[in-house]
T-cell receptor, first 109, second 116 residues
Framework: GIQVEQSPPDLILQEGANSTLRCNFS?????LQWFHQNPWGQLINLFY???GTKQNGRLSATTVATERYSLLYISSSQTTDSGVYFC???????????FGPGTRLSVLP | GAVVSQHPSWVICKSGTSVKIECRSL??????MFWYRQFPKQSLMLMAT?????????EQGVEKDKFLINHASLTLSTLTVTSAHPEDSSFYIC????????????FGQGTRLTVV
């Protein structure tokens, strides 16, 4: 099956700093999503980005499908950005998404 | 965007009892839904795939007689944890995608199960 790796596993930032989270996957995929899991466990969908680049406020993401990786950029980080960020990849409809191990981000005031 | 509603958000039950968790797609139909489990400080792991009108398929190591899945309609899948034990305590999350569309997956709010 598809293997998904995320780096770094843990990241500590000072408020206002920028960061880049990486997701590598072992095979071609048709779907890729980035999530932020909040302290209550809810998965917040950040981006659906099987390819290309998207931006939403301070967050942006880029997926280079041919090279099997995706990047999530967080600029001017805030304490509310703390939590776990997951990358999940999938193939076709009817097949599940496979999650990476996550990056645990702590933003200090 | 589409909404997946999961209920209850949290539940505490006694060992030996059964607990039912519901997953509903509120504004779309889903022929397939997925159930994930997440232990503390770990990632989400697929437990089973719920197929409308047919039997669920379970991942290796997941007991089908313990985790009963029913997908009776295009908008509802249920997961019943039977004869729950403390080791079943975990965070359970369902997801669904719009039927026939190869697009993003939508996730429920999750259910935190504690077995005492």
């Amino acid at each position: 099956g598809i293997q998904v790796e995320q780096s770094p596993p843990d990241l500590i930032l000072q408020e206002g700093a920028n960061s880049t989270l990486r997701c590598n996957f072992s095979d071609s995929v048709n779907n890729l999503q980035w999530f932020h899991q909040n302290p209550w466990g809810q998965l917040i969908n950040l981006f659906y980005i099987p390819s290309g680049t998207k931006q939403n406020g301070r967050l942006s993401a880029t997926t280079v499908a041919t090279e099997r990786y995706s990047l999530l950029y967080i600029s001017s980080s805030q304490t509310t950005d703390s939590g776990v960020y997951f990358c999940a990849v999938g193939l076709n409809y009817g097949q599940n998404f496979v999650f990476g191990p996550g990056t645990r981000l702590s933003v200090l005031p | 965007g589409a909404v997946v509603s999961q209920h209850p958000s949290w539940v505490i039950c006694k060992s030996g009892t059964s607990v039912k968790i519901e997953c509903r797609s509120l504004d779309f139909q889903a022929t397939t839904m997925f159930w994930y489990r997440q232990f503390p400080k770990q990632s989400l792991m697929l437990m089973a795939t719920s197929n409308e009108g047919s039997k669920a398929t379970y991942e290796q190591g997941v007991e089908k007689d313990k985790f009963l899945i029913n997908h009776a309609s295009l908008t509802l899948s249920t997961l019943t944890v039977t004869s729950a034990h403390p080791e079943d305590s975990s965070f359970y999350i369902c997801s669904a995608r719009v039927a026939g569309e190869n697009t993003e997956a939508f996730f429920g709010q999750g259910t935190r199960l504690t077995v005492v």
